[in-house]
């Protein structure tokens, strides 16, 4: 029957107190073997727990930085919003007093054009009458 593998594997405690014993035997240089062996296993676990820390501030950062991206784009379309109203209130102003002074000018154009025409029509029956006593004076002169 063949031996099992826990039969053949040492267990890690007995693997530990044999490196332990090991590196004691050396004496100083087997001490600082050990303590190089547990600083960088300490370190390793410290880097490993740094940058599940960093990495969480970074989402962090990055869920901060993307709701104040959506807030200063809301205040900003917001803004533009209130700038383009203010822009087309003002231009329908102009486009108001244009009409209105288009108006203006319209019935003082009329006005004049009417006041010609009166002058023009007092003038043709001015110069009718004239012609007719200039007639009548000619036929006057014609009698005598």
Do not use: C
């Not at 530990?16 to 004496?27: C, H």
């Not at 109203?85 to 102003?93: H, N, S, T, V």
Request: aromatic share 6%.
């Amino acid at each position: 029957m063949p031996p099992s593998a826990k039969q053949l594997e040492p267990s890690v405690v007995d693997m530990a107190d044999a490196l332990l014993n090991t590196l004691l035997d050396y004496g100083a240089l087997g001490l600082f073997a050990a303590f190089m062996v547990w600083q960088h296993l300490t370190m390793t676990r410290r880097q490993h727990e740094d940058q599940q820390v960093g990495a969480e501030r970074a989402e962090k950062m990055q869920t901060k930085f993307d709701e104040k991206l959506t807030e200063l784009t809301g205040k900003y379309e917001a803004r533009e919003d209130a700038l383009r109203e203010r822009y087309d209130k003002i231009l329908q102003e102009y486009q108001d007093r244009h009409t209105e002074t288009k108006d203006i000018m319209a019935q003082k154009l009329q006005d004049v054009h009417s006041m010609i025409e009166a002058g023009l029509g007092e003038m043709r029956r001015h110069y009718e009458e004239s012609r007719i006593k200039e007639i009548a004076r000619q036929q006057k002169g014609d009698k005598s």
